[in-house]
């Protein structure tokens, strides 16, 4: 039988949990779907990042490029948290240190977003424009929910000369609102990737820009990633060698997490954001000589045989899944080809 730290690839003693948060310099997290959704803080957030600060430097990072980084620390206040615009790393920050790599510096730019990301490229020494009759050299396009056909037609027409780069913010397809879950910058940059047959540069996460752009202002040391989306936070943050949290009061849930493939898997999984400063389960593993595996996170115990899994100890759902994604991700076998135990991820 051998102990090992369950589905974190931190650095942690082999035999005792220890926290997430443990060792750690610099903090990065999401927002959307960690810190609040929609108008409303998550519960548990707040504290548990005022917590972290007292021993690591916390860093936002967010693909939401509608808000500018003052507006988005002055939002952060208002929940209480300690936090100045010098904190905060947008991907429209981002997306405008990439363009300043694709044209020369004061370039007229069409900007399809909104006041998050304009401001940004006006501050940078570009001329701002909404129309492709000024002969933009570049286009930027970010999110904003008051965007148009108007403005996607216009990117659309100066996308028209191959030669002209096209930078986007972000690919979110969705993003968590109050409401629930809305079309995100994805669903717009693919309206003009339809008209003109090409894909945009990508400055936002899971892309490396935002994350240089992010160690490069807060500093290397032992960074953390926290995240609710697989598919940006997870898969950039590995990408970027950055250990990672996926908490599970966003986006992706159970059911995403046992299907994770190699490049979107995260170092902790967590149930909020209480788990940063609490000991992390090892995860126990063995196997008996007819090949059954079993997985034990806590007092909760997942076996798998060829390509059933099942339940024997359910434990709590958060060690449930912990060990279930061991079992899954360790076998090297893709979820569909899955006979998987519904307790594992909340169905009948």
Request: aromatic letters at 6%.
């Amino acid at each position: 039988m051998t102990t090992t730290p369950g589905t974190s690839t931190a650095p942690q003693p082999a035999e005792t949990p220890s926290a997430p948060i443990d060792g750690v310099d610099v903090v990065l997290t999401d927002l959307d779907g960690v810190v609040y959704r929609g108008r409303n803080a998550i519960p548990h957030a707040v504290d548990s990042l005022t917590r972290a600060s007292r021993t690591a430097r916390v860093g936002y990072i967010t693909n939401n490029a509608s808000r500018r980084p003052v507006d988005v620390a002055e939002h952060l206040e208002g929940y209480g948290l300690e936090v100045s615009e010098g904190d905060v790393v947008t991907s429209s920050q981002a997306g405008v240190q990439l363009l300043a790599t694709l044209v020369p510096a004061g370039s007229t730019v069409l900007v399809t977003g909104g006041l998050g990301l304009s401001s940004i490229v006006e501050a940078a020494g570009f001329t701002v424009t909404a129309s492709a009759d000024d002969a933009p050299a570049a286009v930027i396009q970010g999110f904003s929910p008051d965007l148009g056909w108007t403005e996607l037609a216009e990117a659309s027409f100066a996308l028209a000369d191959p030669d002209v780069p096209w930078v986007a913010t972000n690919m979110d397809w969705s993003i968590p609102v109050e409401r629930g879950i809305a079309p995100g910058n994805g669903t717009l940059v693919s309206a003009v990737h339809q008209a003109v047959g090409r894909m945009p540069v990508v400055a936002g996460k899971p892309e490396r820009p935002i994350f240089d752009t992010a160690i490069e202002r807060f500093g290397g040391g032992r960074t953390l990633f926290i995240g609710d989306r697989l598919d940006t936070d997870i898969k950039g943050a590995n990408d970027a060698g950055i250990p990672s949290v996926l908490v599970l009061t966003g986006i992706d849930q159970a059911k995403q997490v046992l299907a994770a493939d190699q490049r979107s898997r995260p170092s902790f999984v967590l149930e909020d954001l209480r788990g940063l400063s609490e000991p992390y389960p090892v995860t126990v593993r063995r196997e008996d000589p007819d090949g059954t595996r079993y997985a034990t996170v806590g007092t909760a115990t997942v076996a798998m045989r060829g390509h059933v899994v099942r339940v024997l100890d359910a434990g709590s759902a958060i060690d449930r899944l912990r060990a279930g994604s061991t079992i899954i991700w360790e076998s090297g076998l893709a979820i569909y080809g899955l006979d998987v135990d519904p307790q594992l991820y909340g169905g009948e």
